[in-house]
């Protein structure tokens, strides 16, 4: 699927693939999600995967940034707040 993201300087059109349903454990105990990566040119390093929440509203749950240099950043949700 293509989805448009704006990064604060552009707005740019990106290819994700379902990767399928997972399992995760967080703080908040197991939750079901969607798992999404997106899918990278051959010349890309830059990657970015999201989970979402199918009990939570397909909330994100967890994201996992890659920059150019290979570095990875794992972001996981601590807590839930409805307002």
């Known amino acids: 699927?293509?989805?448009?993201?704006?990064?604060g300087r552009r707005l740019a059109?990106?290819?994700?693939?379902?990767?399928?349903?997972?399992?995760?454990k967080t703080p908040l105990g197991?939750?079901?999600?969607?798992?999404?990566?997106?899918?990278?040119?051959?010349?890309?390093?830059?990657?970015?995967?999201?989970?979402?929440?199918v009990d939570r509203h397909f909330l994100p749950v967890k994201i996992r940034l890659v920059d150019k240099n290979g570095t990875v950043v794992d972001s996981t949700v601590t807590s839930v707040t409805y307002q």
């Open 1 to 7: 699927m293509n989805v448009f993201v704006a990064d």
């Open 13 to 24: 059109d990106y290819e994700y693939r379902i990767i399928g349903k997972e399992t995760l």
């Open 30 to 53: 197991e939750l079901e999600t969607l798992h999404f990566q997106k899918v990278r040119e051959a010349d890309d390093k830059r990657g970015l995967e999201f989970w979402l929440s």
